[in-house]
């Protein structure tokens, strides 16, 4: 099982849960990058491989997130480009 990311402190988590409810995040901590849908897997993919988001994440936690937003994709059947 991966591994909890750790909580950010320039992030409310309870914004993530406002803006899109009850979903399945690939940041469950934070409650960032949504992955319940085939739009907000590819917006996720998109999102994480931004330099300046990822670097407000150590490179575990990259991992952890561009893992489960794989398996979302899959689980979608959405193809997003493999780095």
């Given at each position: 099982?991966?591994?909890q990311i750790d909580r950010r402190?320039?992030?409310?988590p309870e914004r993530g849960e406002h803006e899109y409810g009850d979903v399945e995040f690939a940041d469950s901590t934070n409650?960032?990058?949504p992955i319940?849908?085939?739009e907000h897997v590819r917006a996720a993919w998109s999102?994480?491989?931004?330099?300046?988001?990822?670097e407000k994440y150590?490179?575990?936690?990259?991992k952890?997130?561009?893992e489960r937003i794989k398996r979302a994709a899959k689980k979608h059947g959405v193809d997003?480009?493999?780095d």
């Open positions: 099982m991966s591994q402190e320039d992030v409310n409650n960032k990058y319940d849908t085939p999102y994480i491989n931004h330099p300046h988001n990822a150590d490179a575990d936690d990259v952890t997130i561009k997003i480009e493999k």
